[in-house]
């Protein structure tokens, strides 16, 4: 098996893709979309992935892409990665195309190893059943072992999660051996969706398998907000920037989509204001487009472009229409999965609503018509709120705070009162 490298070799990642030199995570940069990215709290999951994607089929990611190739191809693939963007961008796919590249077998040139052992275990990997690619996701305590983890609402990637689907596996030897005369740059490769959701004490758990992994075993953490990873974690690790697609990107994606087969009513409807509200993320144009997000524009559009004008022409009852579809959201999130937890769907869906509040603003600066300060203010309170709903204050009291200072012109740095819900 290839060898493995502790730290990448120098000059191998653009400056963009490296930590900061104290452990810290970089600055995004991308802004979030519209209409939030595919997956997420709340049993939205995973919209419209195709999961057997090459790398080289990924759209809008050539730099992250190019610097998994230089990776692989110098044979000391590092053993923990962070791929880290916006939410619907790719990485997760991204990861799981890395990971079938690391267990295919290869000649000692090079070359894919053929012969009927190889082709198995790359059918293996085009369906997602090969044992040693592992995807880990939250959804996974409903499977688990521990009694009182299955019975739990799924907000968290849990301890037992973890410890079942990751540490345990990681510690036993390979399940497919590759041919006689071939060898796999990896021998396992586990993928950890929403990483972020993973809380500090478990995150410690990881950590010494993260430092000293077993042989042969890579790690890919996809996170698309990586402060919420421990320092000491992201420090041992490659982090990797996956960033928000062109327009000319996204209609590329979505020709692709529609080449995969026939679109239903919903897209030939919505689909031109989703892939301007999606801001880049093709997730979360296919959550716009499948979700029918259009109707929140519809219905919210008009008074905010009337506010976004006129102060005097602020309508108050918007928050109130906007807690509503939030409401309504995550009650059909928690209706079709049982298991998920009724708080986080809604701060999913509050988070998307703010994404959209915020896109309105900014298609205003970019649009004219609008006093730009109004713009301006507008986006910032939206990023207010989004802390606020990160801090379990209720979506209807955020909102309610977010359109009271907007009419006013106000804009308090003072925390709210926690009113959680």
Partial sequence: MAKRATTPKAGSAAPSHAPASDGRAPAQGPRASAVGGAGGAGGVGVVGELPTLGLDELIGQDAAVGHLRRAMGSGRAHHAWVFYGPAGVGKRTAALAFARELLDARSPGGAPAGGPQAEHARALLRAGSHPDLRLVVKELAAVCRDDA??????????????????????????????????????????????????????????????????PGTVIVLVTSEPHRLLVTLRSRCQLLAFGALSDEQMRAWFDRQLRAGPPDAAWARDAQWALSAADGSPGAALVAMRQGLARWHQQLGPGIAAALADRARSDLALAATCAALIDERAKEAVEQSPQSSKDAANRAWAKRMLALLAWYGRAALAGGGADPARAVHLIELCRQAELHIDASVQAAAALDRLFSQWATGSASAEPMGLIVG
């Fill in 149 to 214: 983890t299955r019975r739990s609402k799924q907000i968290t990637l849990a301890k037992a999660v973890i410890e079942q689907f990751l540490l345990e596996p990681a510690a036993l030897r390979r399940a497919i051996d590759p041919p006689p005369g071939t060898a796999t740059l990896a021998a396992k490769v586990f993928v950890v969706d929403q990483a972020e959701l993973i809380a500090p004490g478990v995150q410690n758990a990881l950590l010494k398998t993260v430092e000293e992994p077993p």
